[in-house]
T-cell receptor, first 115, second 110 residues
Framework: EAAVTQSPRNKVTVTGGNVTLSCRQTNSHNYMYWYRQDTGHGLRLIHYSYGAGNLQIGDVPDGYKATRTTQEDFFLLLELASPSQTSLYFC??????????????FGPGTRLLVL | GQQVQQSPSSLVLQEGENAELQCNFSSTATQLQWFYQSPGGSLVSLLSNPSGTKHTGRLTSTTVTKERRSSLHISSSQTTDSGTYLCAIDRQGTGSKLSFGKGAKLTVSP
């Protein structure tokens, strides 16, 4: 089973603050993803990457930056956090999208509260 | 508009009853997956079924691609099946981007 870890698990910050969410996967997956989950919207893709140094824009990228420093590590950056970014954030990874039987493995999630 | 619609949004069953969850999508999908989210929030993939019928344990998924719909059947439900079931598609031509439905919350009572 693929292992995806996230840190911190919970975070409280103030409006305008800087926040970095970290994600690490240890199964040599090529693809990594950041999602946010909100009541009434479901899971929405923020950014994703298919390798170190690569970044692809998702569906709700405004206010977020991301960086893939290694194959294992993917970071989500909120440089001027706003209350609208209060959410549950998930990181996920997958091996290769070319395989229709492949799936995404999710981390445990990070709850972010912006006051 | 919403690309993936799930029904019902919630369902309450007695243990032992069967559950039928529906997923309809508005764009062509080359990938369709069902996920389970526990009451604690953790997400796991249940199965990938872009077309046809697929079984795993007490789960059966049937996807009719040309009709843009998929179903997930849970037989002999157990209290541990309680949680939220999410359907997700990969929109054709967008590579790895999954679009998720809002989920179906299942509650199984003893």
């Amino acid at each position: 089973e693929a292992a995806v870890t996230q840190s911190p698990r919970n975070k409280v910050t103030v409006t305008g603050g800087n926040v970095t969410l970290s994600c690490r996967q240890t199964n040599s997956h090529n693809y990594m993803y950041w999602y946010r989950q909100d009541t009434g919207h479901g899971l929405r893709l923020i950014h994703y990457s298919y390798g170190a140094g690569n970044l692809q824009i998702g569906d709700v990228p405004d206010g977020y930056k991301a960086t893939r420093t290694t194959q294992e590590d993917f970071f989500l950056l909120l440089e001027l956090a706003s209350p609208s970014q209060t959410s549950l954030y998930f990181c996920a990874s997958s091996r290769d999208w070319g395989d229709l039987q492949d799936t995404q493995y999710f981390g445990p999630g990070t709850r972010l509260l912006v006051l | 508009g919403q690309q993936v619609q799930q029904s019902p949004s919630s369902l309450v069953l007695q243990e032992g009853e069967n559950a039928e969850l529906q997923c309809n999508f508005s764009s062509t999908a080359t990938q369709l997956q069902w996920f389970y989210q526990s009451p604690g929030g953790s997400l796991v993939s249940l199965l990938s079924n872009p077309s046809g019928t697929k079984h795993t344990g007490r789960l059966t998924s049937t996807t009719v691609t040309k009709e843009r719909r998929s179903s997930l059947h849970i037989s002999s439900s157990q209290t541990t099946d309680s949680g939220t079931y999410l359907c997700a598609i990969d929109r054709q031509g967008t590579g790895s981007k999954l679009s998720f439905g809002k989920g179906a919350k299942l509650t199984v009572s003893p």
